[in-house]
């Protein structure tokens, strides 16, 4: 599916779980639902801080993968 990047967490390639939203949603933050985001994957909004900060945050929250959502309009940001 072109435009779609994923990464899992820890040592695995395989992840799992529903896909629930984090709070807050921009991840810039600790995520205060951690207990619902832990085995599951966090989706989480672009923009405010960086993409690995997002991600170190959706880890410690315990979440298997995360996907991060475009808040603007316009074409596909591809992550490096």
Known sequence: MAGVWASG???????GGRVVRGYPEDGCEDL????EV???VA????????FVDKA???AAAGATALIVA??????VVKMA
């Open 56 to 58: 170190r945050r959706a």
């Open 32 to 35: 205060s639902n951690h207990a």
């Open 43 to 50: 989706l989480l909004v672009r923009g405010t801080c960086t």
């Open 9 to 15: 967490f820890g040592t695995t390639s395989e992840f």
């Open 38 to 40: 832990r085995g599951n």
């Open 70 to 75: 475009d808040n603007t309009a316009g074409p």
